[in-house]
């Protein structure tokens, strides 16, 4: 050993130097971890190609077919990425669910209600929103239906980036709106679907929210609020998980198993009544034997919301799967048909091959870049606990049920993140309420000055603004993009 290598200072300098390297290591492995789901999702892109070249190889539009596949995984690889979050969000916020468990439930589920329960006959381009005819051609109709799929997939990325959950339906559809305005003009437009659709801005999240807010006020009101909070558990919370297993039959059977069995509104309430009662009769006695032994305060009250909860993410995440994966395979679905037959204003029925693209890329979505909005959702616009969380999941089911029977459209976003934001300002809404009630008695004691009553508000506001302001252009944002887009591709390819 020399000198200069025995001496302290150039052990010092050598440790320096390798807490250095050990923060540049640490560094590059956070800098990579996006390099990483990015370099997956391009792989899934390019294999989703691959599969629809060697189908479509050997026939005339081969290419369309390639790059329409791939533009539809991308799509699908972006509703994973932020619509399942809306189901998974509460679950995980209130500690119900890991990230890696929810993550592992969602893909199960999702893929499991794409494959089994989606792909029923889409009669109309993105629910009607334009008319096929009105193409002219079916060159057009594909440029129109390409330009709204990867406008859309666009939208959502960026959202998805910027932290806002979005409705993905919503981008299909203003993806649709803007081709088809590009396309054929605005009388190709059905304006009376998009008035409905607008409503549903509206409608969706505050229906959520009130509903979500109910339930929160029943919980509170007869349970939490009682002096024996276990027995008055005991005698509730069969009820509420009868009303959830009700409430997600009926659910299912009307929304998630339209491919299986055609079931009308008043047969599926039926079936949700029935199985309520069964699942209420069946819970007396496992929620007693589950209280046994739990003291008499809130946080117990956790432990008897933790299972309903799980199971309620699980079946919101099928019925996601049967549903939504349209929004990324029914534009690709009909570029298949028209580019193969030359037909594009007849049903479109979408392939098997279309739905394993949309089932996987939403899995993979979810699994690469679905955590950033699952916390949003579920911790970041207002503290969750299984009990406010189970009102929010409760509140999706019986909002879908309600604007089924009223024959509105809804987003199945903007009712979870609705539901999120009614638990939120019912809380506020309390705490505000109580401590009205406690300066009567103890006026010194609670006179909170401004600066003090804003930093307790419970509902993120700056969260709630950009939210609601990603809802209100989405439409509009898709719309123009996906005309821009319409318009470069028909310059290229006409």
Same mark, same amino acid.
């Given at each position: ?8 200072? !150039? ?135 390409? /330009? ?15 932290? /806002? ?100 509104? @008043? @047969? ?51 019925? !996601? ?11 690709? /679905? ?47 616009? @207002? ?30 976003? !903007? ?47 700056? !969260? ?31």
């Amino acid at each position: 050993m020399t000198e200069q290598q025995g001496d302290p200072r !150039h052990l010092e300098t050598l440790d320096r130097d390798l807490a250095r390297f050990s923060r540049l290591e640490t560094a590059t492995g956070y800098v990579s971890r996006p390099m990483v789901g990015v370099g997956v999702s391009l792989v899934f892109v390019l294999l989703a190609g691959i599969a629809a070249m060697s189908l479509f190889g050997q026939e005339n539009n081969s290419f369309i077919v390639i790059i329409a596949a791939c533009l539809g995984a991308y799509m699908a690889l972006n509703i994973g990425a932020n619509d399942v979050a809306n189901n998974m969000g509460p679950a995980v916020g209130a500690n119900a669910l890991s990230m890696g468990g929810a993550i592992a439930i969602a893909v199960v589920f999702e893929s499991a209600g794409a494959l089994i329960a989606g792909g029923d006959v889409v009669s109309t381009v993105a629910k009607g929103i334009i008319a096929p005819e009105s193409m002219g051609t079916a060159s057009v109709f594909i440029w129109a239906m390409m /330009a709204a799929l990867l406008s859309a997939a666009l939208w959502v990325n960026l959202a998805t980036w910027i932290g /806002a959950p979005v409705s993905t339906t919503h981008s299909v559809v203003g993806g649709v709106m803007g081709a088809g305005i590009a396309a054929a003009g605005f009388a190709a437009v059905s304006w009376s679907t998009m008035g409905k659709i607008a409503a549903s801005w509206v409608i969706s999240p505050v229906l959520g929210g009130a509903i979500a807010a109910m339930f929160l006020w029943l919980i509170k009101s007869r349970i939490i609020y009682r002096d024996d909070k276990i027995a008055a558990a005991r005698r509730w919370v069969p009820i509420l998980v009868g009303i959830m297993a009700g409430a997600f039959a009926s659910y299912l059977a009307l929304k998630g198993l339209k491919k299986i069995i055609k079931i009308d509104l @008043t @047969t599926a309430l039926m079936i949700g009544a029935a199985i309520g009662v069964l699942v209420w009769i069946v819970m007396i006695p496992v929620i007693r034997r589950q209280s046994q032994g739990l003291e008499n305060r809130n946080k117990s009250l956790k432990v008897l919301f933790g299972i309903p909860l799980v199971v309620s993410a699980a079946l919101l995440s099928f019925a !996601h799967g049967a549903n939504d994966v349209a929004n990324a395979v029914g534009p690709l /679905a009909a570029i298949v048909q028209a580019s193969q037959s030359g037909s594009f204003t007849d049903a479109i029925s979408i392939p098997l091959w279309v739905m394993i693209i949309g089932a996987f890329g939403i899995s993979f979505g979810l699994l690469l870049f679905g955590p950033k909005l699952i916390r949003m959702v579920g911790g970041q616009i @207002t503290k969750l606990n299984p009990m406010r969380a189970y009102c929010v999941a409760l509140s999706a089911a019986i909002t879908v049920i309600v604007a089924s029977w009223l024959g509105l459209p809804v987003s199945s976003t !903007h009712i979870a993140v609705g539901g999120v934001f009614g638990v939120g300002f019912f809380r506020e809404w309390d705490a505000e309420r109580r401590i009205r009630n406690a300066r009567l008695k103890m006026p010194d004691r609670t006179n909170y000055p401004p600066e003090e009553r804003r930093r307790r508000k419970l509902v993120r506001r700056s !969260h709630f603004m950009t939210i609601l302001a990603a809802w209100v252009i989405t439409v509009p944002a898709a719309a123009i993009l996906s005309g821009i887009i319409f318009y470069l591709i028909s310059a290229v390819l006409a």
